[in-house]
């Protein structure tokens, strides 16, 4: 069942964070990612609408790999639920497409609600403060709309921040697959 964002309240702090990367097992925190932008996504292997932009992720990564930018994906789906979204899983993935960016894991689920993550895809842009300028949608594609995947809206709020410019003003929720809390895990 597709969900919208939640639409964080511009502004707020990036929550931190420390994870497990799942390619490399290195430990990566929010104090670590020093880029001027900060890009956080919530992805997963197994919804159909991330692996619509996939594609679109790898080449958002390939663009932003030598500019000012941090990018993390976080996987917090139950990977006993989900076994595809499993660390291993996650990291298999990110191998074999070349994600330029750790995709991290979040066995606890505690980032995903910090973040009010809702859904995979679910996107996050932080200024150099590490207060948020951007949330919702990579673009306005969807599985079988026609719409070719370009990360328009991801990326204009990305060179904002990097231009020192305000970012987009119209901010539309990300649609996706909900986040597949562990049971008597959900957000209340």
Not at 104 to 129: I, S
């Amino acid at each position: 069942m597709a969900v919208e964002s939640t639409m964080l309240p511009l502004g707020t702090p990036a929550p931190d964070f420390t994870l497990s990367d799942t390619v490399s097992g290195a430990t990566v925190g929010l104090a670590e990612l020093t880029g001027r932008a900060l890009v956080v996504m919530f992805i997963c292997n197994h919804c159909p609408y991330v692996k619509h932009v996939r594609q679109g992720l790898v080449e958002f990564g390939n663009d932003y790999a030598d500019k000012d930018v941090s990018i993390v994906g976080i996987g917090s789906n139950d990977a006993v639920t989900y076994p595809d979204d499993a660390p291993e899983q996650l990291g298999a993935v990110a191998r074999k497409y070349g994600y330029a960016f750790p995709v991290l894991f979040d066995e606890t689920q505690d980032v995903a609600k910090a973040y009010t993550a809702a859904c995979t895809p679910d996107f996050f842009v932080f200024g150099p403060d590490r207060a948020l300028v951007y949330r919702g949608r990579f673009d306005q594609s969807r599985p079988n709309s026609g719409i070719p995947v370009t990360g328009e809206d991801l990326r204009a709020a990305v060179d904002a921040v990097l231009a020192g410019t305000a970012a987009p003003v119209e901010q539309y929720p990300s649609i996706g697959c909900s986040i597949k809390w562990k049971p008597g895990n959900e957000p209340t």
